[in-house]
């Protein structure tokens, strides 16, 4: 056995659909397109769900189903620079910040995030905080603690 004898296995191969070569090979006339039509045209094709400009199906029918943006936990963010207003050493609470309008509206708590700067050395308990926030407030000799 050598690369000359190889050939595929029987029925690997079939044979070419030759269209528009004379009436007697089947495929002739119209090469299987049938009669006149934006489908027997050159370029012609429609996309799929296509009911020629009435409403498509599945437009039609109504939405179901499974939608996760519903069950998204929100949480207020609040920056280092907006603590900047309080006294040292006061403790921060959500109860607070909500007081001192810098938290509004229904969320799943607070988080407070590394953005501008503070000079003071506060106690802040809240549900989530940044690592940047966190070294920061930690470094003025403040503490940290996560709630909820």
Known sequence: MDLT?????P???HRVKRLGCGESSGHGKTSGKGHKGQKARSGGSIR??????????????????????QFQV?????NLSDLEGFDAG?????????AAGLVRGNVAGVK??????????????V??????ARTQIEKLGG?????G
């Open 5 to 9: 004898n190889l050939k595929p296995r």
């Open 11 to 13: 029925g690997a191969k």
């Open 48 to 69: 799929l769900g296509f009911e020629g400009g009435q409403m498509p199906l599945i437009r039609r029918m109504p939405k179901r189903g499974f939608n996760n943006t």
């Open 74 to 78: 929100r949480y207020a963010e609040v």
């Open 90 to 98: 006061s403790e921060v609470t959500e109860e607070l910040l909500r």
């Open 112 to 125: 407070v995030l590394g953005g501008g700067s503070l000079t003071k050395a506060l106690k802040i308990s």
């Open 127 to 132: 549900t989530k905080i940044s690592a940047a």
């Open 143 to 147: 503490s940290v603690a996560v709630v």
